[in-house]
């Protein structure tokens, strides 16, 4: 029928219908050629999914700005990057822990209000209520940071200024001062002969560890400046090294400014925020940690996070030393290492003739041994524990269950790596169409980072080094990076699907972390910060300004954040980021990449 017979006779009703319909079908159309993003939720099976694809299902990681207005979300084409709030910020000011100021773990105030410090509680996280929002300053003549590998070797002195630990550890050769540079020599406490020679000591101890094959996720205990993390990554293996902040002036930031992956933790009265049967092999170089305390507990935990058939490698003075506190360490270790089936594969006590002195344990793949003569052994922890994410939780005195799949089968060791990294995991959930949901997040991601992160965007991928998935998913940003020599720390969120274990699984590393508190790391960590809708269908829990300050205090100055989001939160976050002066650009509508400069406020 005509338009104007519509018009003469009046059927205005047709009409109004008609530009619903049209109006709705273009809104859809816009909205489904967005580019999706983490596929961990079930889709149905029919859905195709590519880089073009509809809209992918929402993350329940979760960031809401209670105090902030309700704006009228603008669209992408007339959104101005150049708009900042009025914020009037200021400098951190805490006299000598200025610069390096980690909010969650330099609490003076609740630290002092302790009731106990003999289980490390004032290394542990006691967060401010509000956080602050003050800026973190630069120490004095700041530079851009040496660029990988170079750095592993050397960094600057202005960027980490602390002499204390050269003199600390001079006759282990840790560290030396040479001019404006750190130089890093590749000794440390129990590889007098070097890191290169302690790696292949263990090798040749226990050949069935084969670093970059079998062995490919590793954690350093009290890790010092990282050299046996730094260097394994020769050998294919990605290590977490960590140690409590302070216990040697800074060692973590050391590790970091190097570009070694390292966070800050300690194994006091809380559990560490790794999954269960996380790690290939944990390393302990007299590590300080004294694993017979409180009924065996931190041993315990090391348990909980090692995986079925990993190692322990303790390399300490009770393994080769005879005196009478030795000794007694050494005894209690024995019974407590039998009390949760531990075997001894390898032990050295030769010092002398080697410099080296070691024992390398094996945990259990199976119950057999747990099943005999239980009223010696800690008990096993409760199948409900299993689940829960390990986020301020204490320690228990139990022995972790095994993993097993939905059939109640007792898993076994992922496959030899790379393969690990895209074959199935059998951590997956057990839905019948978990399998296709992984495959397409890999294929997505992989994608998603040539065709855009690579090729459409201004970010300058070789000075990167220190990279941060903010909402990991199942790691597959991580997973598209890794022929690039980088390293990523994947973080999922307490709030998110659980998914730190297939992470792990698939030979790649992170933690859980609540982004309403601040990080355990030093300022000035990351060079690159990746946020895919981390800020979706957010909870009235804490405010985006608090999120932008903890990435400012975490990012190098030079560093970006590449942000994935809807425009609401594109809306949001980005005038924030012009008012600490970082530079802004929008691609197609739902990619932000910010960029951190050197600004700081004076006052």
């Known amino acids: 029928m005509p338009i104007s017979v519509l018009l003469s006779e009046r059927k205005y009703s047709f009409l109004c219908l008609a530009s619903v319909l049209l109006i709705s079908f273009a809104f859809l159309l816009l909205t489904y050629t967005s580019y999706p993003f983490f596929f961990a939720f079930p889709l149905p099976s029919d859905i195709h999914v590519s880089v073009s694809s509809p809209p992918p299902p929402s993350r329940s990681s979760s960031l809401q700005f209670p105090t902030e207005p309700e704006l009228e979300t603008q669209p992408a084409d007339h959104l101005d990057l150049n708009v900042s709030l009025n914020i009037r910020w200021r400098a951190c000011r805490l006299g000598s822990v200025t610069v390096d100021y980690i909010p969650c773990l330099d609490n003076s105030k609740a630290i002092k209000q302790l009731k106990s410090k003999k289980h490390l509680e004032h290394r542990e996280r006691h967060c401010p209520k509000p956080p602050p929002r003050c800026l973190v300053p630069l120490p004095k003549s700041y530079k851009v940071p040496v660029q990988w590998p170079q750095s592993r070797d050397m960094i600057w002195y202005s960027n980490v200024p602390h002499p204390k630990l050269v003199e600390y550890k001079k006759e282990q050769n840790w560290v030396r001062k040479s001019d404006d540079f750190f130089v890093f020599p590749g000794g440390g406490t129990q590889f007098k002969n070097g890191v290169t020679a302690y790696i292949d000591f263990i090798t040749e101890t226990v050949p069935a560890i084969k670093w970059g094959e079998h062995i490919r996720v590793v954690l350093d205990v009290g890790c010092g400046v990282a050299s046996f993390g730094g260097y394994l990554l020769d050998r294919d293996v990605v290590t977490m090294s960590f140690a409590p902040k302070d216990e040697h002036e800074a060692q973590i930031q050391f590790a970091l400014e190097r570009g070694i992956p390292a966070t800050l933790s300690v194994i006091g009265s809380k559990k560490l925020t790794f999954p269960d049967d996380a790690y290939d092999l944990i390393h302990c170089a007299r590590c300080r940690v004294h694993w017979e305390e409180d009924g065996g507990k931190p041993l315990l935990e090391l348990n909980r996070i090692l995986r079925p058939g990993g190692f322990f490698v303790w390399s300490a003075t009770p393994v080769y030393r005879n005196d009478e506190r030795d000794r007694y360490v050494w005894k209690s270790m024995v019974a407590l290492t039998q009390s949760i089936c531990w075997k001894v594969v390898a032990k050295r006590d030769n010092f002398d003739s080697t410099e080296i002195g070691l024992v390398i344990y094996q945990k259990p793949s199976s119950y057999s041994c747990y099943a005999h003569d239980r009223t010696k052994r800690p008990p096993l922890c409760d199948r409900k524990t299993k689940k829960e994410v390990s986020w301020y939780k204490p320690l228990r005195h139990c022995t972790s269950r095994l993993p097993v799949d939905s059939n109640g089968n007792l898993l076994g060791w992922p496959s030899p790596w790379p393969h690990r990294l895209r074959n199935k995991p059998q951590s997956l959930p057990a839905e019948p169409d978990a399998e296709a949901i992984f495959n397409e997040d890999t294929k997505h991601w992989a994608a998603l980072v040539s065709d855009v992160y690579f090729d459409a965007l201004a970010i300058n991928w070789a000075s990167i080094r220190n990279v941060m998935d903010m909402n990991a998913g199942y790691g597959g940003f991580a997973a598209a990076l890794n022929e690039l020599p980088l390293w990523v720390m994947n973080v999922v969120p307490i709030d998110a699907q659980d998914t730190l274990s297939i992470i792990f699984e698939r030979g790649l590393i992170g933690i859980y972390h ?57 809306q949001k976050l980005n005038p924030v980021l012009r008012s600490l002066q970082w530079t802004t650009s929008l691609y197609e509508g739902q990619f932000l990449v910010g960029k951190k400069g050197f600004w700081r406020p004076k006052y």
């Open 514 to 570: 609540d982004w309403c508190e601040s990080l355990s790391t030093y300022p000035r960590t990351y060079d690159l910060l990746h946020s895919s809708f981390l800020f979706k269908n957010r909870k009235e829990r804490c405010n985006i300004i608090d999120v932008a300050v903890e990435m400012d205090r975490i990012l190098r100055p030079g560093g970006y954040l590449l942000l994935q989001d809807t425009m609401e939160t594109i």
